[in-house]
């Protein structure tokens, strides 16, 4: 390839020549500058994808998929567990959006629900206030309910679990002393009122008897009462 010298161009074209040069330079320049751009954006973009994955993993390894009684969850546990990278932490998440495709999650959507959680808390407290301490832990942008049962920390899920376990075997507990207090108290007393009753009720037939022994009626005729 040849090279055309600046001195070899006519006059005519030199202006054209120098006007390219510049543009093609600052076309350069310009394409330098957007590339760098590009790739402060591209990194920009990439820790904040890094950084949602790693929040996302913090949250999924808490109580927070077990109380949403997700009904795959064996499986959103095995998609998050299966590699501590990007990848499966992104198809865990869209397995969360799968199940739940048309709750929102917009800032009033959150903030509403929110709002009817504390509600909810606040009620509960009082009446489980004997059994278990509730609470909602800050944890960020993000309100996680927990409590404290027997001194040991669980879910909603785990709590509402034991309670269900305890309210079952109460009913059990119930149903068995009943029996029990039916089987050796009430029965026996009823046992014991009946017996008493038919003795009586043999003592005045005997004693009824023995003074019918002594009566005679005009035909010489003896009556007897039988029970």
Known sequence: MSTVSVAALSPGLLPL?????????????????????????????????????????????????????????????????????????????????????????????????????????????????????LDLENAGDVQIFAAVIDGIRVGAAELKRILHREAEQSRNDITEQERTLFDKTLTGDTRRHLAARIRNANELVEAMNERLARVRTASDVAVQLEW
């Open 17 to 133: 020549w120098r006007a390219l040069h510049h543009r093609l330079g600052s076309g350069r320049a310009v394409w330098l500058a957007q590339s760098g751009n590009d790739r402060q954006a591209h990194l920009v973009a990439v820790e904040a994808r890094d950084a949602a994955a790693r929040r996302f993993r913090v949250l999924a390894g808490g109580t927070l998929p077990a109380d949403t009684e997700f009904a795959d969850l064996d499986r959103f546990r095995e998609t998050l567990e299966g590699s501590d990278g990007v990848r499966a932490a992104l198809e865990a998440a869209r397995l969360l959006t799968a199940a739940w495709p048309t709750v929102s999650h917009t800032r009033e959507s959150v903030s509403r629900a929110f709002n009817r959680l504390s509600s909810s808390v606040h009620e509960c407290r009082a009446v489980l206030s004997a059994r278990a301490d």
